[in-house]
C-alpha cells in the first residue's frame, strides 16, 4: 500500500492550490484520511481530517480557506486550499488509516510531502 500526493507548488499571497492523494495497492478499506503539515523548525501538525463517512475536522488556523474531500472509488483525498497565507508555507503530507489485503487490522500509513510555498 502505498500513498501518493502530489499539487505542491509556489503560489502568491491569497493564492489558491488543490493537493490531492491517492492511496494504491490491495486495499479492502480506508477509513479516516487527512493532512497534515510541518514547517522548518516546527512539529508536524494535523491540518485537516475526513472519515469515511464524510465527517471532517480542520485546524482552526485553515477554517473557512481549506476544504478537505475524498472519492472513494478512487481511494483519493483531496485538500483545497483558499486564500493562501504565507504562514500556510510547509511540506504538506497525507495520512491513511487502511486495511490491506494481507492484514487483518488497518494500518496508518503516510505519503510522502509536497512542498506547498507561499510568497508575501
Known amino acids: 500500500v502505498q500513498l501518493q500526493a502530489s499539487g505542491g507548488g509556489l503560489v502568491q499571497n491569497g493564492g489558491s492550490l488543490r493537493l490531492s492523494c491517492v492511496a494504491s495497492g490491495s486495499i479492502v478499506s480506508i477509513n479516516t484520511m487527512g493532512w497534515y503539515r510541518q514547517a522548518p523548525g516546527k512539529q508536524r501538525e494535523m491540518v485537516a481530517v475526513?472519515?469515511?463517512?464524510?465527517?471532517?475536522n480542520y485546524v482552526d488556523s485553515v477554517k473557512g480557506r481549506f476544504t478537505i474531500s475524498r472519492d472513494n472509488a478512487k481511494n483519493t483525498v483531496y485538500l483545497q486550499m483558499n486564500s493562501l497565507k504565507p504562514e500556510d508555507t510547509a511540506a504538506y503530507y497525507c495520512?491513511?488509516?487502511?486495511?490491506?489485503?494481507?492484514?487483518?487490522?488497518?494500518?496508518?500509513?503516510w505519503g510522502q510531502g509536497t512542498q506547498v510555498t507561499v510568497s508575501s
Open positions: 495520512n491513511a488509516d487502511i486495511r490491506a489485503s494481507d492484514r487483518r487490522y488497518l494500518q496508518n500509513y
Open positions: 475526513i472519515t469515511s463517512g464524510g465527517s471532517t
